[in-house]
C-alpha cells in the first residue's frame, strides 16, 4: 500500500504561511491583498470553484471581489473590464474563471490580464518566462503538484516523469515544471501510440485527462509516484479522478488522492500567487 501524498494538509500548512505573510503586509505596510475573479455567464461548476476560492480568501485574509458578467456579455466589454482592474491599484491579482461563453475568446482575454496580477499564470508573458526557467507566475496546478512533492521529499532530479494530458492549463506547464526541476519529461496525449509502454517506464506519472479510472494497475511499475489530476464525477456524483485509486494505490510509493489531493493545492498555490503578486507590486 502506498503513502497518500495528503494535499490538504500541505495546502493547510501554505495557507497557514500565507495568513502570517498577509498579516504582516497589514500590519508594516497597512496592505491588504485583493484578489478580482471574473465569472461571464452562470456554469454551475464555476460557482462552487469561485465559493472555494473566495472561502479561502477569507480564511487568509485577502480580500475577494467579484465580477458576474452576464452570459450575453461581449468580447469588448470583458476586455474593457480587465483594462479597468489592470488599472485599479488595489486589486493584486485577477483571475478570468473558465469556462467563458463558446463566442468569446478567453485567449485575447488571459493575454489582456496584466502579467503582474496575472495569478493564474495564463498570459503568453508568463508562459513564456516560464518556459524559458525565468521568475514569473506558475500555473497553480503544477505549482502546487511541484508543492507536494517538495513536501514529501520526493526526488524530480533524474527521474522519469510522464504526463497524461496536454492542455494549456495543466500539461504543458507540468511539462516545464518537471523539466526545470532537471526531470526527464514525456508528454501523452489521445494520440499517443503504445501508451501503457511509456506509463510502465515512469517514476513519476501526472493524470490530466479527465477519464474516471483511465490509470489502471497494469499500466504502472512498481514504487511509482502518482499524481492523480482529474475531476469526475461516479454515477452517485462523487468526485472520482482519473487513477483507479483502489489497485494502482497497491503498487505506488506514494498517490495523491481525489478529493483532497491536488484540488486544494491548486487552491492554495493560487493564493501564493495573489501574495506574491501584492508583495512584487509594493516593493
Ligand atoms: P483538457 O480537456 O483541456 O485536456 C485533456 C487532455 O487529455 C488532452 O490533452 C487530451 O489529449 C488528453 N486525453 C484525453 N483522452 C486521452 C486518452 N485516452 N489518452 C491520453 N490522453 C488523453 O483537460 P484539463 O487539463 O483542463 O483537465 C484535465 C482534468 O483535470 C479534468 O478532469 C479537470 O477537471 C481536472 N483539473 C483539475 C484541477 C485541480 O485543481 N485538481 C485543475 C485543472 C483541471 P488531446 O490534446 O490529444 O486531445
Known amino acids: 500500500m502506498s503513502n497518500i501524498l495528503d494535499g490538504k494538509e500541505v495546502a493547510k500548512k501554505v495557507k497557514l504561511e500565507l495568513k502570517e505573510e498577509v498579516e504582516k503586509l ?3 505596510k497597512t496592505i491588504i491583498p485583493k484578489l478580482a475573479v471574473i465569472m461571464v455567464g452562470n456554469n454551475p461548476a464555476s460557482q462552487i470553484y469561485i465559493r472555494n476560492k473566495s472561502k479561502v480568501c477569507e480564511e487568509i485574509g485577502i480580500e475577494f471581489e467579484e465580477y458576474l458578467l452576464d452570459e450575453t456579455t461581449t468580447q469588448e466589454e470583458l476586455l474593457s473590464l480587465i483594462d479597468k482592474l489592470n488599472k485599479n491599484k488595489e486589486i493584486n491579482g485577477i483571475l478570468l474563471q473558465s469556462p467563458i461563453p463558446m463566442n468569446l475568446d478567453i485567449n485575447e482575454a488571459f ?10 499564470g495564463f498570459n503568453p508573458e508568463n508562459v513564456g518566462k516560464l518556459t524559458l526557467g525565468q521568475k514569473g507566475f506558475v500555473s497553480c496546478t503544477p505549482y502546487g503538484i511541484i508543492r507536494i512533492l517538495k513536501e514529501y521529499n520526493i526526488e524530480i532530479e533524474g527521474k522519469n516523469a510522464v504526463i497524461i494530458g496536454r492542455s494549456n492549463i495543466v500539461g504543458k506547464p507540468m511539462l516545464q515544471c518537471l523539466l526545470n526541476k532537471n526531470a526527464t519529461v514525456t508528454v501523452c496525449h489521445s494520440k499517443t501510440k503504445d501508451l501503457e509502454e511509456i506509463t510502465r517506464r515512469a517514476d513519476i506519472i501526472v493524470v490530466a485527462i479527465g477519464k474516471r479510472n483511465f490509470l489502471k494497475e497494469n499500466m504502472v ?3 511509482v509516484v502518482v499524481i492523480d489530476v482529474g475531476i469526475n464525477r461516479d454515477d452517485e456524483g462523487k468526485v472520482k479522478g482519473d487513477v483507479d485509486f483502489e489497485n494502482v494505490s497497491k503498487k ?3 498517490i495523491t488522492p481525489v478529493p483532497g489531493g491536488v484540488g486544494p493545492m491548486t487552491i ?9 503578486a501584492t508583495k512584487e507590486q509594493n516593493k
Open 111 to 120: 493575454k489582456r490580464i496584466s502579467p503582474e496580477k496575472d495569478v493564474d
Open 26 to 28: 497589514k500590519l508594516e
Open 268 to 276: 492554495a498555490m493560487l493564493m501564493a500567487n495573489v501574495v506574491k
Open 252 to 254: 505506488a510509493s506514494y
Open 221 to 223: 511499475k512498481d514504487g
